[in-house]
């Protein structure tokens, strides 16, 4: 498996059990802790979006060089 799919795979596991966690939270105390569900979900968008830019990157630079992958 390559490491780009293990980091999506753990990432989208992280991100379920927090917001399920988060469900919990507000059943139980009828609040959430706002801040840190920010800057979880935000750091988690800005993993994406660093991983979809490395890709596009890659992509292109196959590309010029005249390897065009298909093996994703």
């Known amino acids: 498996m390559k490491t780009l799919t293990k980091i999506l795979i753990i990432l989208g596991i992280f991100i379920f059990a927090f917001v399920a966690m ?3 939270l507000f059943w139980k105390f ?3 802790p ?3 569900v920010t800057c979880v979900l935000g750091a988690g968008t800005a993993e994406l979006v660093a ?3 490395i890709e596009i990157v890659k ?3 196959e590309v010029k060089n005249g390897e065009d ?3 994703y």
């Open 22 to 24: 988060m469900v919990v």
């Open 30 to 32: 009828q609040a959430i």
């Open 51 to 53: 991983t979809a830019v």
């Open 34 to 36: 706002d801040t840190l």
């Open 59 to 61: 992509k292109k630079c």
């Open 69 to 71: 992958r298909t093996d």
